[in-house]
T-cell receptor, first 111, second 118 residues
Framework: GQNIDQPTEMTATEGAIVQINCTYQ??????LFWYQQHAGEAPTFLSY????GLEEKGRFSSFLSRSKGYSYLLLKELQMKDSASYLC????????????FGKGTSLLVTP | GAVVSQHPSRVICKSGTSVKIECRSL??????MFWYRQFPKQSLMLMAT?????????EQGVEKDKFLINHASLTLSTLTVTSAHPEDSSFYIC??????????????FGPGTRLLVL
């Protein structure tokens, strides 16, 4: 099975930087994903890590340490529209590409 | 990019009735589709994996006789909630496995269907 933990809620200020952590325990690992989900909408893909290290994509970066079962999503230059839920998801080795999602971190960006 | 649609986007039904939700890949063929369910303030929970031309694989705790999945073509999978009850009220989201073997974009999500059972 897979256990995925991330903080329930976070608040940050517009223009600031915020880091959302995710820890996981899995019997097999074949990639970690971050998705953004606005209320009532489907998740949208943000990032993917399968090797250790940092992946940067514009204002968003994602880091992975497989030995520690740890990832974080870094959001820079926060904007009000970044207020959303951020989901950490792990793909197991034998899951057939299905994803196991964490409960999500609700981020509130304030003026 | 790959687009996935769902229909209906919102449905209200009476307890005991059946509801069918369609998931379509609009511009690519999807041999595998996934059905998720999301309760308020909860994460997405995988219900089943749907493979074209074969029986769906259900996750533990998901009743296959209650949640009927049909994946008859490479662009359409349907989820039928049979004899729906209020506790089935939820946000149902499908995703389709992308056509290009780029692992980071393996799944494309539909916009979701909000089901309310009265």
């Amino acid at each position: 099975g897979q256990n995925i933990d991330q903080p329930t809620e976070m608040t940050a200020t517009e223009g600031a930087i915020v880091q959302i952590n995710c820890t996981y325990q899995t019997s097999g690992f074949n990639g970690l994903f971050w998705y953004q989900q606005h209320a009532g909408e489907a998740p949208t893909f943000l990032s993917y890590n399968v090797l250790d290290g940092l992946e940067e994509k514009g204002r968003f970066s994602s880091f992975l340490s497989r030995s520690k079962g740890y990832s974080y999503l870094l959001l820079k230059e926060l904007q009000m529209k970044d207020s959303a839920s951020y989901l950490c998801a792990v793909r197991g080795q034998n899951s057939g590409y299905a994803l196991n999602f964490g409960k999500g971190t609700s981020l509130l960006v304030t003026p | 990019g790959a687009v996935v649609s769902q229909h209906p986007s919102r449905v209200i039904c009476k307890s005991g009735t059946s509801v069918k939700i369609e998931c379509r890949s609009l511009d690519f063929q999807a041999t595998t589709m996934f059905w998720y369910r999301q309760f308020p303030k909860q994460s997405l929970m995988l219900m089943a994996t749907s493979n074209e031309g074969s029986k769906a694989t259900y996750e533990q705790g998901v009743e296959k006789d209650k949640f009927l999945i049909n994946h008859a073509s490479l662009t359409l999978s349907t989820l039928t909630v049979t004899s729906a009850h209020p506790e089935d009220s939820s946000f149902y989201i499908c995703s389709a496995r992308g056509p290009i073997p780029r692992p980071q974009e393996t799944q494309y999500f539909g916009p979701g269907t909000r089901l309310l059972v009265l």
